[in-house]
Structures are given as structure tokens and as C-alpha cells.
């Protein structure tokens, strides 16, 4: 099968109604706006590397509805642990690519996977036909090989107040209307990462509903530039000029729906309420579990990156070998944690396979604080040029009369050009900046939803019984009461 190249992709794009606005207008051509060139950059690469056979097994897989080799990234995860920990492979390898996150790969092939589940439980229960639906919609994009944001994050309105209590009933994504054909829906999902640069949008519920808000319970899979919805790309330091401007970003999307007619064969969810529980809590298991891999990605290039700003400052990486040590360890440990959590994991009836959920949340909660420390190393390593706003931008680098002198104090290792400092000090700034990513404190959720998940699944009154039977304990120790 031939696999889309960045060529098709592009194509993709172009064909596709101008609705991602930014900077006042809407974006008409997203592969060439500053705005957005380097996010779409970011997820063309993908389709570059998928036409070097020497990634097919990472990039690759066998589909197990067709058979036919497709894109890892639209497959379900039917082979056990071993699929959850061949995603994650093919996400650290991206990441070693691009520096940041891969969007169009992760969170949509989540929401699919959790979606094959869920929708599997529904018909059981109650006769529905999403499951064959979601078969069909599955089918036809892998053949595609196309790239799917998920949409989980409403914006909410009062976080002390449920969805159909808020003053703005579009604070969340809800179902205006059920027609014969179809739903329509409205409503806003914020910091959607790259919606933008993907030809698909899956949507599925942000928390368990209960009955009153059954209309919030909806998931359904869209194309990008469908009529009712509109898409505000969120700010970030594109658009700068030569080694300022990096060629990779990472971007996200509010995406504002508006009487968004969604045809039945689109739709997996509707009103089922008690199965909108399932559907985060599984999605948040997986996803916490992979977040590993994003920081052991970014950190293997934050250790490239450490070691070119050492080198172009003139000292050998060897004065700095326990602090890479520690990043490494850094790295490795999240990355091993949530390999465990897959380890721990189980099968669901329809096929797919979940990590353990505690686990996941305890690598989401190690994710989180550690990725700040591999960054505070990185600019330990770097020197103040590898902070925030510590040396002039390109264009005043590039002055005829100001520029040498602004270059010939940023040159310092005699044997590298100032520009290779500047360059290597632009990218550590830009994890500095969080341009590279920073959804490890609340992307896939607060690390405070995460602790919630280990503290209802550790068992600590039985420790402590235990540790009383161990120490020859008899009389029960109570907390003491108010
Ligand atoms: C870089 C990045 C990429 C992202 N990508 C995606 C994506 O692709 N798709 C997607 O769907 N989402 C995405 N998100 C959104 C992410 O899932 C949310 O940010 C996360 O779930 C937290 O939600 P929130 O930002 O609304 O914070 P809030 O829910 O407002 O939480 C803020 C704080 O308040 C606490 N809190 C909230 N409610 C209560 C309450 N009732 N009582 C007590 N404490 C409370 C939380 O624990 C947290 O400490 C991304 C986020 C980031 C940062």
C-alpha cells in the first residue's frame, strides 16, 4: 500500500475550508503562514519518514480490522501490552525528530482506542450500533493514513458547577438536537493540541456526566474544517525571523462548535450518561501511561541540546557528565514507569488493551515534577543564554553596523561560530520557554486528578494493619476523632 506522502498531505490541507483563525484573519493557507507553518511542518515530518522503509516497524502496522499494513497511529491496540508499548516507541521516536510533541499521532488514536471499548460495552447493554460505526469510520482513515486530534478539554464555565448548571450552556460540547440523519451539537473545547494540522477531530466527553447533563455525554469524530465549527489557533512565538523562528512547534486550538450538524454514522456517544465515566477514565489511564515517552523524548534532546550549548561555550561535556547522568536517569525513569504500568494492564472484551490505571496516574504524577527538573539542568549546563530573554533576537544580530558586535560577544569557544551558540542557546531557551512542550503538568489532566486515582486505589488502611500485625500490635490505632 502506498502511505501518504508530505505532498498528499499538504494537498489534504489545502483542500480544506479556511475555518483556523489567528491574528485577526482566517489562516488560507496553513502550510505557508507564520502562524502555522511550523506546526504543520511538525506533523509532515511524520509523512516523510513513513516513505523510509528503515522505520516500518516503528511507523508501521497491521491493521486488525483489514489485515492491510497501515499507520501505527490508526491501529487498535489488540496485541496486549506490546501494541501500548509500540506506541510509544513510534512517540519517542518522533519526538526525537521534532523536538516536541507529535499531536495528530497521540490523543485521537487514545480516543479511538477507549471509543472501540466503550461503544462496545454500549451495544452490548443496549442494542446500539455505534461499535459498527466506529469499525467503518476506522477502516476508511487508516487506508488514509490521516492524522486525528482528540478533543477531550471543555472549557467549563465555574469548576464548581456541572456542566448543565453553567450560565453558559456552551461552556461545554453538548447535543442542541437529535435528527433522523444525525446530531447537532454546540459548545467549546479548549487547548485541543494541533487541530489545526490534522484532517480529523475526535471528540469525546471531558468527565463522567450524570443524568442531568446526559446531553454533555457525546462523542463523534468530525473532519477539521466541517461547517459549524470554528478553530482559534492559541499564541505562541511564531512568526520570528532566521534561528528565532524554530522550525518545529507546538501548538493548540480552541475549537468553537455552532449548530455543528454531525451525521449518525460520525456519532459513537449520545445521551448514554453511566458509559461517559468509562470513556475518560480509560482514556487518561492510557494516556498517562504513554506521557513517559514524551518526556524521555524531549529529554534525549535536551541532552543534545546541553551538550551543544557546553561545547559552544568551550568546555568538554565531560565537566557536566553527573548532571547529563541525572537527566538520563530522569528520563529513563518516567519512561520506565509507564512501561510498567502497561505491563500491569489488562485486556477489555472488545480487544483493546488498557495500562494499569494507578500506575499511569503515578508516571503522569512523576511526568509532571520531573520534567521541570530536566529543564532546570539544561539551564544549569547552558548558561544564562540558555534562560529566558538573554540575548538580542536575529534581526538585531543580522544589522549591518550593530549586528558583529552583538555576534562577536555571543562567540565563544573558538573552534564553534557564534551562530551555532545562538542557535543551540535558542533551542534550550525554547524549552526554557515551554515552546518545545509543557503539557506534562496538566496535559491528560491536573496531576491532582491523578492523585485522586492513586489514592482511591491504594489500600492504606491495610498497610497500616499490616504493619501493626509486623510489629505485634493488638489494639486498633484509629486517627484520633474531632
Ligand atoms: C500543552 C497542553 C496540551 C494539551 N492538549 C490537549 C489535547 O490535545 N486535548 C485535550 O482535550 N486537552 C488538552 N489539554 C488540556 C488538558 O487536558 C487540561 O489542561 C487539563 O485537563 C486540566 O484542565 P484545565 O486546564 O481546565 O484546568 P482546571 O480543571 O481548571 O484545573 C486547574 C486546577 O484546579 C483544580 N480543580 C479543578 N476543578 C476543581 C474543583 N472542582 N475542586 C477543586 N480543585 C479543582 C485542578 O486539580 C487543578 O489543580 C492540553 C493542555 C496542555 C497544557
Sequence with gaps: ??????????????A?????????????????????????????????LLQDPQYDGILKAKSSLTGNEVVRWLTLNTEGAESLKKSVEM?????????????GICVGHNIMNVLWSVTYDIDKEKGTEYHERLKN?????????????GALTDAKGDRTKSASQQENPDANVHVKEIRPDG?????????????????????????????????????????????????????????????????YADQSSYLIFEDCFVPNERVFLCGEYEHSGDAIN???????????????????IMIGAAMLMARANGLSTKVFKDKMMDMTIISETVWSLGLGAMLAGKEHESGVFFADPKLACVNKAQAGKKYAELRQILQDIG????????????????????????????????????????????????????????AF?????????????????????????????????????????K
Design 441 to 481: 503538568t496538566h496535559g491528560g489532566g491536573s496531576p491532582d486528578g491523578a492523585k485522586l486515582v492513586i489514592r482511591a486505589t491504594t489500600p492504606y488502611e491495610k498497610y497500616a494493619e499490616l504493619a501493626a500485625d509486623i510489629a505485634g500490635i493488638t489494639e486498633k490505632v484509629e486517627d484520633p476523632k
Design 16 to 48: 480544506m475550508r479556511p475555518n483556523v483563525f489567528k491574528n485577526g484573519h482566517f489562516i488560507e493557507d496553513l502550510v505557508t503562514d507564520p502562524a502555522t507553518k511550523g506546526l504543520v511542518e511538525n506533523e509532515a515530518k511524520a509523512y516523510d
Design 183 to 247: 446530531i447537532v451539537v454546540s459548545g467549546t473545547k479548549t487547548m485541543i493540541a494541533h487541530a489545526a494540522a490534522c484532517q480529523e477531530i475526535f471528540v469525546s466527553p471531558g468527565t463522567g456526566y450524570k443524568e442531568a447533563d446526559k446531553d454533555y455525554a457525546v462523542a463523534f469524530v468530525v473532519p477539521r474544517d466541517i461547517e459549524g465549527l470554528t478553530i482559534v489557533q492559541t499564541d505562541a512565538s511564531e512568526g520570528r525571523q532566521g534561528w528565532d523562528d524554530m522550525k
Design 137 to 149: 469510520w476506522i477502516i476508511n482513515t487508516e487506508s488514509k493514513g490521516y492524522k486525528v486530534a
Design 91 to 103: 512517540k519517542r521516536f518522533f519526538f526525537q525528530q521534532v523536538g516536541t510533541c507529535m499531536a
Design 282 to 300: 480509560r482514556f487518561v489511564g492510557n494516556y498517562r501511561a504513554c506521557i513517559g515517552s514524551c518526556v524521555a523524548g524531549q529529554g534525549d
Design 1 to 14: 500500500m502506498a502511505f501518504k506522502t508530505r505532498e498528499g498531505y499538504y494537498a489534504d490541507l489545502r
Design 383 to 438: 548558561g544564562g543564554i540558555a534562560e529566558t530573554g538573554c540575548f538580542p533576537n536575529y534581526t538585531d544580530c543580522m544589522d549591518p553596523v550593530i549586528g558583529p558586535k552583538v555576534m562577536a560577544a555571543i562567540k565563544a569557544n573558538p573552534a564553534v561560530s557564534a551562530e551555532t551558540r545562538a542557535r543551540a542557546a535558542r533551542l534550550s531557551e525554547w524549552y526554557a520557554r515551554a515552546g518545545g512542550l509543557l
